[in-house]
Each structure stands twice: as C-alpha cells, then as structure tokens.
C-alpha cells in the first residue's frame, strides 16, 4: 500500500505509458498492489487538477487507474487494465469509480449511463524466442456502444520489439501512435490531463518510429545510439472533441488532422562510471 507521490509509467520501456506515464509531475495518490508473481492487481486513485468552466463553475477532477497482470506461462504475460476520468462541478470522487475489482466501462457506463472518460487496454508481453522479446500496449478510448455517428473511435498503441545483437550489443524498435481525437472529450474536464500535461501521453494525433542499439565499451560504459521520425498532426491533446455537423456526422479525420509536421532525429547516449564518477 502506498500514498505519497511517485514516477510510474505503465507501458513499454522506451516511450510514455498510455494510461500512466512519468512524462509531467508525479503522481500523487493512494495505491496498492496485492499478489504474487504470477497474478497481482495494481490500482491507483489520484485527484487532479480542477478547472473552471464557461459558467465559472469549479470543476472538481479525479483519476482512477486499475490493472491486473497475469503471467499466463513462462513467456507470455497478459495484463487488461482501466483509466476512468471523474469530472463535474458537484462530483465527488464515488465509490464505485474505484472499485478495483469492478470494470467501470461494464458498471458505470453500460449500467448507469455515465460519460465519464473511460479508457481500455490491453499489455502483452511476450518472449517470441531466444532473448527476443515483443510488448504491445493497445488502447480503446470512451467507445461508445450506441449512436456511432457522432462519435469516431479513438485508439492508442504502442508495439515494441528488443533483443540481443551479437554476444554483448542489443537493439529495440518501437512504435507508437495515437489517433487524432483520443485521449479528449465533448468537455475538455474529462481530457486525460492534468494542469494541461497528459496523464499518460502528452499528445495526440502522433505517430513514432524508435530504432535504438545499445553498445558496451570496455567494462563500465555504454553508448546508445538512436534515431527516430515522429508525425505530428494539428490534433491537440488539450482541444474540446470536435461538434459534429448539421447532419450529425463527424467527418474529422482518426489520423492527421491538417498540416503534418515531420520530424527526423538521430541522437547518441553515453553512460558509465570511472572510479567515483557517474556519468
């Protein structure tokens, strides 16, 4: 059992985890995990910044985050988990948006006909063969089961591939998109932010391919080369859920809105000691 504040990043190495990452401030909170190594259940409950809105009402915010990860066999782990935001201005953080052993979506959505901004997911971890290892981190946000035209399905994913290279060397390739209009809602109370700065990924409308190799030198160093072309379009993260039109269909596109700007980068990293110096 925790409370306090602490870096988590649920997700891949390598990139922000989806439903928590450690991309802002650390996350303050009540958690806990409870399990064995084979099967565990991790929840956290967070209150988040309130804000006000076009009647200059307080809208009080609240996060609550629940996974369970099952180790499967000795090369495949799965772990399904939840993200639901709580916002209004005479919310309260209820009871039963965090219930760890409850699915919201099921519950609150389905059952009571909430909207509170739900997101759902999917981690797989798998050792395909030898020391190769695949992740995916898969991401549903706020289907809606009804009145498909004024809603667009918005996703997020991540597909991660590493391993040995030679007898010392390894590699990774990453990568990650998220659609134009995930992570966001009809009323930007219920975005997956917090003071502006994602709860998990800082933007939407993205996409991001990784290449990384690590190289060891002598006995204490590594160099870690890396280069990366990231697409981003003008889909932001902080930006209200767009109105449908007059015949109540939303024509924005579920990648790329806009103008994409593309960016290309090649980078090298250098750690290691020497006697009492850590660099």
Do not use: K
Not at 9 to 36: H, K, M
Not at 172 to 187: G, P
Request: charged share 20%; glycine share 10%; aromatic share 10%.
């Amino acid at each position: 059992v925790f409370y306090g504040q602490m870096d988590r990043n649920w997700g891949p190495v390598g990139v922000p985890g989806i439903p928590l990452s450690d991309y802002g401030y650390e996350r303050q909170g009540l958690a806990f995990q409870v399990g064995t190594q084979t099967i565990h259940l991790s929840a956290l409950a967070t209150d988040l910044q309130d804000q006000i809105d076009s009647l200059g009402q307080t809208v009080h915010r609240y996060y609550f985050v629940h996974r369970l990860h099952a180790r499967l066999s000795r090369r495949l782990t799965l772990a399904p988990w939840e993200g639901i935001i709580v916002a209004g201005p005479d919310r309260t953080f209820e009871t039963r948006y965090r219930n760890p052993l409850s699915l919201g979506y099921l519950a609150n959505t389905i059952g009571f006909g909430d909207r509170s901004n739900v997101l759902l997911g999917l981690d797989v971890h798998w050792r395909a063969f030898h020391r190769t290892v695949l992740q995916a981190q898969l991401a549903l946000d706020d289907f809606w089961y009804d009145d498909r035209e004024r809603n667009r399905d918005r996703w997020a994913l991540t597909l991660s591939a590493r391993g040995p290279l030679g007898q010392a060397m390894g590699w990774q390739v990453l990568y990650t998109q998220v659609s134009s209009l995930a992570l966001r809602a009809f009323n930007p109370a219920d975005n997956f932010t917090d003071g502006g700065v994602g709860v998990g990924r800082n933007f939407s409308d993205q996409d991001q391919l990784t290449v990384r190799a690590t190289l060891p030198l002598r006995s204490t160093w590594l160099v870690s080369p890396e280069l990366t072309v990231l697409r981003q379009g003008e889909g932001r993260i902080n930006d209200p859920y767009p109105v449908p039109d007059s015949n109540g269909v939303l024509s924005t596109p579920a990648l790329f809105i806009g103008v994409v700007e593309r960016t290309y980068r090649a980078a090298v990293g250098l750690s290691g000691r020497s006697g009492p110096v850590d660099l």
